[in-house]
């Protein structure tokens, strides 16, 4: 009697667990679920808005913002509501390769299938690079995401509360019928004025190309057709049924009367200004600083470059000074990573500590001095022989979305994992190295972006 009840007590105890496990995987499914918040549904409906009307993305680097546009009653685009950007990384310019964790540059176009409510960092939306303009350059990477999180290696990340808002946003837009919204990535707003400082720049005409497009927006608050040939962005074209190719020279085309012309006069307008800046001697902006390195405390405070007071401190306080031993060589100082300001996590702050063996990490790196080696007569004998360094094996094999994870062997702390790659699977070391431990599988992520 006591068994059959025990064994009636388990059966109950797993009903209850099995029925946890399913609200614990409803609650986690419900993120893109949210609805859009009621002060910004009053804010629709003052200016004219429905929450099924069709959206457009702005975003500008420089200025780490992020617009939403809507479509108004008139029939013309209204900038709906801009968000601070927590973290975008690299600096100013185009992606150019997979892995080089820079923030993409262009026009690109967002689907219903680009969506992914079952991101690891929050809730995502691939934004589509590489397009044709990026693949006639023969520019690489994939995954390049808007994300929660507040983390990036390549992509523009938000908060995760930002990020469930404007995920509502482009969900009611498209249950409203638009078939895809269009995502304007500009390294900073294109004013003449912005264009001057930035004048001397090697990517100034590629963004001459993108003001272009800039401009059309800004003189009919209309998204623009966007084509490419001739390895150039082309706006509101209309060839007349011939095909733009991205790598062809492009066919005759025309662009509405009216469009043009409104265009025409806005660039005229920046020209003179630019030229009468340039002449002037307008200063030209200093080299940017990448934003690996910056934090933001809050989206109440600029992103600022971190002061070196709140970098870690040095391992030793004689590291700077001078070491008088006869054919010393100086020995890399070592780098301690400072724990992000924002780290909500135990898993985040200990990646955040060795940030600099992946590579995936937006943390400030503090350098302790090095020594200052002073040469003497005095016989290099007096110093004890350096200890035999053991080599640490090394594996590197690319994965099957060429994300080329690697996996190193620290002695102490066991093996850190290279590229945060959602499919890449772990390198396999080689039973020819003697007493190698196998790399663990990484933790599975959903269509990561980080290259």
Not at 202 to 228: I, M, Q, R, Y
Request: overall charge positive.
């Amino acid at each position: 009697m006591i068994k059959r009840a025990s064994s009636r007590l388990v059966l109950v105890l797993a009903a209850g667990l099995a029925l946890a496990g399913c609200e614990q995987q409803e609650l986690a499914s419900t993120r893109h679920l949210q609805p859009i918040p009621s002060q910004t549904m009053a804010l629709m409906e003052e200016k004219g808005m429905r929450k099924q009307d069709p959206i457009l993305v702005r975003i500008y680097k420089e200025e780490s913002k992020l617009e939403v546009w809507k479509k108004a009653s008139n029939g013309r685009y209204a900038m709906l509501k801009d968000y601070d950007i927590c973290r975008w990384s690299g600096t100013l310019g185009p992606k150019q390769r997979e892995g080089d964790k820079q923030a993409p540059e262009g026009f690109y176009a967002v689907a219903p299938g680009q969506m992914n409510p079952k991101s690891s960092y929050y809730l995502s939306f691939n934004i589509g690079y590489p397009n044709a303009f990026d693949k006639s350059y023969g520019r690489s990477g994939n995954h390049l995401m808007v994300h929660g999180d507040c983390l990036s290696a390549g992509c523009y990340a938000m908060t995760d509360e930002q990020m469930a808002e404007v995920y509502a946003l482009a969900r009611e837009a498209f249950s409203g019928g638009q078939r895809s919204f269009q995502v304007q990535a500009m390294p900073f707003r294109m004013t003449a004025e912005n264009m001057a400082r930035r004048r001397n720049d090697p990517n100034f005409a590629f963004w001459k190309n993108l003001k272009e497009g800039s401009d059309h927006f800004e003189v009919t608050k209309l998204e623009p057709k966007v084509d490419v040939c001739s390895r150039r962005y082309v706006f509101n074209a209309d060839a007349g049924g011939s095909r733009f190719d991205a790598s062809s020279t492009c066919p005759n085309y025309s662009v509405p009367v009216q469009i043009a012309s409104a265009v025409g006069a806005k660039q005229k307008q920046d020209e003179r200004r630019f030229a009468e800046l340039v002449g002037g001697g307008y200063t030209l902006a200093s080299a940017y600083v990448p934003q690996n390195g910056r934090v933001r405390r809050s989206l109440d405070q600029p992103i600022v470059q971190v002061a070196a007071a709140e970098r870690a401190p040095a391992t030793s306080t004689s590291a700077a000074s001078p070491v008088r031993i006869a054919g010393a060589v100086p020995v890399p100082a070592p780098r301690p990573v400072a724990l992000a300001a924002n780290a909500r996590s135990t898993e985040e702050a200990r990646s955040s500590r060795f940030a600099w063996l992946r590579g995936s990490r937006d943390e400030a790196r503090a350098e302790a001095p090095a020594p200052q080696v002073v040469m003497t007569e005095q016989p290099a004998a007096a110093v004890a022989a350096p200890a035999p360094i053991t080599p640490v094996p090394q594996v590197v094999e690319a994965s099957a979305s060429g994300n080329r994870p690697f996996y190193k062997r620290i002695p102490g702390l066991g093996w850190l994992g290279g590229d945060r790659s959602e499919t890449g699977a772990p390198a396999q070391v080689s039973p020819a190295i003697t007493g190698a431990v196998p790399a663990p599988s990484p933790r599975p992520r959903t269509a990561y972006a980080g290259n």
